[in-house]
C-alpha cells in the first residue's frame, strides 16, 4: 500500500503541470518506432565505421544507443506514471547532436561553420527546453516542440550542402552509412515523445501522487530543505561514512507483558520481532522523514514502507536462508504488522530451499564469469544511481528498502553494529538480541533482577538531521516501553513537509 499523495508546504500539486502519456496514445508507438529505426540504422553504420577512438564509442555509439533503447522501450511501457521524470534521454541525444555536429564533414566546409555553431546552440536549447517543459516550469509544449523540429532544417541544410560541389561523396557517404537516418529517426522520435505527452488536469485533493521531475520509481524527490542537506551527500558519498550508530537498552516487562497479552488474543507466534516493527511502523507515523532514503547523491521520500529480514528454515549451520520483503503502512496497528510479516515468512517457507525471487536472480548472476559480473553490478550500480532500474528489480533487491531489521538473539549472541549497504538505498539497519537479566537496585535501594531488551542502529545521518533522529528514536523507546498503544490505529499519519 502507497503513502497517500505528499503536499509540500506551499501546495505544489495545484502549481506544477504534469503529463502522461497512455499506452493507446499512436505517438507513443510512433515515437517507439523511430526509436528502433534509429537504433537500427546506427549499429548498420557501427558495422561500416570501424575504430575512431574512445570518443566516437562514448558519443557515436553508447549514448545515442542507450538514450534510444531507453526513451523507446520506456515510453510506452511506463510513460503513463512516471516517463517525463528525467532528463536524461534529451540530454543523450543532445549532446550526441553536438558531437556529429562538430565532428561531421559538413562543419569543415567554411560557408557551414556559421551553421554547426547555431546547431550547438540549438541542442542545448532542446535540452534545456525538455527541462522546463516536463518539469512543470513552463506550462506549453510548444517552445519544445519547435526547438526539437529546427534540427530537421539544419540537417537538410547540411545535405544540401554535401550534396553541392567538393562535398557530394560527403553526402553520398552519410546517406550510405545510415547515420543520417538514425540521427534524423532519433530527433524525430523525441518530437512524437512530446506530442505523446497529455498535459493532466488540475489535481484534486485525494488523488493519487503524480510523479514529477527528479522522482525516482521507488521515492519522490526532497525538494526542500536547507543548502546543506544538498551539499553534504556530495562530500560523504558512502553510507560508511555517513553512519551514525545508537544503541538502546530497554526495560522489557512491557515488552514481555504485551506479548502474552497478544498470544493470549489468539496471536500464538506473535514475539519480539513484530512488537518491535510495529514500534517502528508506528514511529513513522509521526516521524516520516526517517523513511527517506539517498541515491544519486539525492534525498528521496520513499513512496511505501518496506522492511527486509533474513529468515532461515531452521537454526543448522548450513541451513538455507533468504530475505524476505514487507510491505507496511504507518497507519498499522500491531496485529496488522504480525498479519503481514508472518504471511511473508510462510511464502518463504513454503519453497523447498527458501528460493526467493531474488535468490533466484543471485544464482543467474552465478553463471556470469567474474570479470563480466564485475561489469554488471557496476552496470546496476549505474542504472540505480540515475534512477533506471526497473520496478521488478527494486521489488526482489534486499538492498532496496526503508529498514534492514535483523535478530541476533536467534543466533545466542548480543545485537551487532551491522553496516549500511552502499548498493542500494536502505537508510537504517537495526539488530535486536535475546531478552537478558540484569541485577539492579530498586527505588528501595534493594537489588532486584530485571529483563532488559537491547538493540542497535545504524542510520544514514545524510537524510535527516541529528534532532530529526533523536525525536524518532525517543518516540521508538516510548513506544517499546508501552507497547498497548499500537492496538489502536494513529489518529494521523504525518507527511514529510517538504
Same mark, same amino acid.
Given at each position: 500500500?502507497?503513502?497517500?499523495?505528499?503536499?509540500?508546504k506551499?501546495?505544489f500539486?495545484d502549481k506544477?503541470?504534469?503529463y502522461?502519456?497512455?499506452?493507446?496514445?499512436v505517438?507513443?508507438?510512433l515515437?517507439s518506432?523511430?526509436m528502433?529505426?534509429?537504433i537500427?540504422?546506427r549499429? !548498420?553504420w557501427l =558495422?561500416?565505421?570501424?575504430g %575512431? /577512438? @574512445?570518443?566516437f564509442?562514448?558519443?557515436?555509439?553508447?549514448?545515442?544507443l542507450? #538514450?534510444?533503447?531507453f526513451?523507446?522501450v520506456r515510453?510506452p511501457?511506463r510513460g503513463?506514471?512516471?516517463f517525463f521524470?528525467t532528463v536524461?534521454p534529451?540530454m543523450c541525444?543532445g549532446?550526441c547532436?553536438?558531437?556529429?555536429? !562538430?565532428?561531421? =564533414?559538413?562543419?569543415r566546409? %567554411? /560557408? @557551414?561553420?556559421?551553421?554547426?555553431?547555431s546547431?550547438?546552440?540549438i541542442c542545448? #536549447?532542446q535540452v534545456?527546453?525538455?527541462?522546463?517543459?516536463?518539469?512543470?516550469k513552463?506550462s506549453?509544449?510548444?517552445p519544445?516542440?519547435?526547438v526539437w523540429a529546427?534540427p530537421?532544417v539544419?540537417?537538410?541544410?547540411?545535405l !544540401?550542402?554535401?550534396?553541392?560541389?567538393?562535398?557530394?561523396?560527403?553526402?553520398?557517404?552519410?546517406?550510405?552509412?545510415?547515420?543520417?537516418?538514425?540521427e534524423?529517426?532519433?530527433?524525430?522520435?523525441v518530437?512524437?515523445?512530446?506530442f505523446?505527452?497529455?498535459?493532466?488536469p488540475?489535481y484534486q485533493?485525494?488523488?493519487?501522487?503524480?510523479?514529477?521531475?527528479?522522482?525516482r520509481l521507488?521515492g519522490?524527490l526532497v525538494r526542500?530543505?536547507?543548502p546543506?542537506?544538498?551539499v553534504?551527500?556530495?562530500?560523504m558519498?558512502n553510507?560508511?561514512g555517513?553512519s551514525n550508530l545508537i544503541?538502546?537498552?530497554?526495560?522489557a516487562s512491557g515488552?514481555?507483558?504485551y506479548?502474552?497479552?497478544?498470544?493470549?488474543?489468539?496471536?500464538?507466534h506473535?514475539?519480539?520481532?513484530?512488537?518491535?516493527?510495529?514500534?517502528?511502523?508506528?514511529?513513522?507515523?509521526?516521524?516520516?522523514?526517517?523513511?527517506?532514503?539517498?541515491?544519486?547523491?539525492?534525498v528521496?521520500?520513499?513512496m511505501?514502507l518496506t522492511?527486509k529480514?533474513?529468515?532461515?528454515?531452521d537454526?543448522?549451520?548450513?541451513s538455507?536462508?533468504?530475505?524476505?520483503?514487507v510491505d507496511?503502512?504507518?497507519?498499522d496497528t500491531?496485529?496488522?504488522?504480525?498479519?503481514?510479516f508472518?504471511?511473508a515468512?510462510?511464502?518463504?517457507?513454503?519453497?523447498a530451499d527458501?528460493?526467493?525471487?531474488?535468490?533466484?536472480?543471485?544464482?543467474l548472476l552465478?553463471?556470469i564469469?567474474?570479470?563480466?559480473l564485475?561489469?554488471?553490478?557496476w552496470?546496476?550500480?549505474t542504472?540505480d544511481?540515475?534512477?533506471l532500474?526497473?520496478?521488478?528489480?527494486?521489488e526482489?533487491?534486499?538492498f532496496?528498502g526503508s529498514?534492514?531489521?535483523t535478530?541476533?538473539?536467534?543466533?545466542?549472541?548480543?545485537?551487532i553494529?551491522?553496516h549500511?549497504?552502499d548498493?542500494g538505498n536502505?537508510?537504517v539497519?537495526?539488530?535486536?538480541?535475546?531478552?537478558?537479566?540484569?541485577?539492579v537496585?530498586n527505588?528501595g535501594?534493594?537489588?532486584?533482577?530485571k529483563?532488559?531488551f537491547?538493540?542497535k542502529?545504524?542510520?544514514?545521518?545524510?537524510?535527516?538531521?541529528g534532532?530529526?533522529?533523536?525525536a524518532?528514536f525517543?518516540?521508538?523507546?516510548?513506544?517499546l516501553l508501552r507497547?498497548?498503544?499500537?492496538?489502536?490505529k494513529?489518529?494521523?499519519?504525518?507527511?514529510d513537509?517538504?
Amino acid at each position: 500500500m502507497r503513502l497517500s499523495p505528499v503536499l509540500h508546504k506551499d501546495g505544489f500539486m495545484d502549481k506544477v503541470t504534469t503529463y502522461s502519456a497512455r499506452r493507446g496514445n499512436v505517438f507513443v508507438w510512433l515515437a517507439s518506432l523511430a526509436m528502433l529505426v534509429s537504433i537500427v540504422f546506427r549499429v !548498420i553504420w557501427l =558495422t561500416k565505421a570501424g575504430g %575512431r /577512438g @574512445l570518443w566516437f564509442v562514448i558519443f557515436g555509439a553508447v549514448l545515442p544507443l542507450a #538514450a534510444a533503447l531507453f526513451l523507446g522501450v520506456r515510453l510506452p511501457i511506463r510513460g503513463e506514471k512516471y516517463f517525463f521524470v528525467t532528463v536524461r534521454p534529451a540530454m543523450c541525444i543532445g549532446i550526441c547532436c553536438i558531437y556529429s555536429i !562538430i565532428a561531421g =564533414t559538413f562543419i569543415r566546409t %567554411r /560557408g @557551414l561553420k556559421l551553421l554547426g555553431i547555431s546547431g550547438i546552440v540549438i541542442c542545448i #536549447a532542446q535540452v534545456v527546453l525538455y527541462y522546463l517543459t516536463f518539469s512543470g516550469k513552463i506550462s506549453t509544449k510548444i517552445p519544445a516542440l519547435l526547438v526539437w523540429a529546427i534540427p530537421w532544417v539544419m540537417m537538410l541544410a547540411s545535405l !544540401i550542402g554535401l550534396a553541392g560541389g567538393r562535398a557530394s561523396a560527403s553526402f553520398a557517404a552519410v546517406l550510405k552509412e545510415g547515420h543520417f537516418i538514425s540521427e534524423l529517426a532519433m530527433v524525430l522520435g523525441v518530437i512524437f515523445a512530446i506530442f505523446s505527452a497529455k498535459k493532466l488536469p488540475p489535481y484534486q485533493e485525494g488523488d493519487p501522487y503524480r510523479y514529477r521531475y527528479g522522482d525516482r520509481l521507488d521515492g519522490r524527490l526532497v525538494r526542500g530543505g536547507i543548502p546543506l542537506d544538498k551539499v553534504s551527500p556530495y562530500i560523504m558519498v558512502n553510507r560508511g561514512g555517513a553512519s551514525n550508530l545508537i544503541n538502546y537498552s530497554i526495560d522489557a516487562s512491557g515488552i514481555e507483558r504485551y506479548i502474552h497479552k497478544k498470544r493470549k488474543d489468539g496471536l500464538k507466534h506473535f514475539g519480539t520481532t513484530h512488537v518491535l516493527l510495529a514500534s517502528y511502523v508506528r514511529m513513522c507515523s509521526e516521524y516520516p522523514g526517517v523513511m527517506r532514503f539517498l541515491s544519486g547523491q539525492k534525498v528521496f521520500q520513499r513512496m511505501k514502507l518496506t522492511v527486509k529480514m533474513v529468515v532461515k528454515k531452521d537454526l543448522k549451520l548450513g541451513s538455507p536462508e533468504t530475505i524476505i520483503s514487507v510491505d507496511l503502512y504507518p497507519g498499522d496497528t500491531a496485529e496488522d504488522v504480525y498479519e503481514k510479516f508472518n504471511a511473508a515468512v510462510e511464502e518463504a517457507n513454503a519453497e523447498a530451499d527458501l528460493d526467493s525471487g531474488f535468490d533466484k536472480l543471485a544464482g543467474l548472476l552465478n553463471l556470469i564469469p567474474g570479470v563480466f559480473l564485475k561489469f554488471m553490478i557496476w552496470l546496476l550500480k549505474t542504472l540505480d544511481y540515475f534512477g533506471l532500474l526497473p520496478p521488478e528489480l527494486l521489488e526482489l533487491s534486499p538492498f532496496h528498502g526503508s529498514l534492514f531489521i535483523t535478530s541476533m538473539g536467534s543466533l545466542g549472541i548480543p545485537p551487532i553494529y551491522h553496516h549500511l549497504y552502499d548498493f542500494g538505498n536502505i537508510p537504517v539497519f537495526i539488530a535486536f538480541g535475546a531478552k537478558r537479566t540484569e541485577n539492579v537496585l530498586n527505588a528501595g535501594g534493594e537489588p532486584e533482577k530485571k529483563k532488559y531488551f537491547d538493540f542497535k542502529a545504524v542510520t544514514d545521518e545524510r537524510i535527516v538531521d541529528g534532532q530529526y533522529y533523536a525525536a524518532a528514536f525517543k518516540k521508538f523507546k516510548a513506544l517499546l516501553l508501552r507497547p498497548e498503544i499500537l492496538d489502536e490505529k494513529p489518529e494521523a499519519v504525518k507527511e514529510d513537509i517538504y
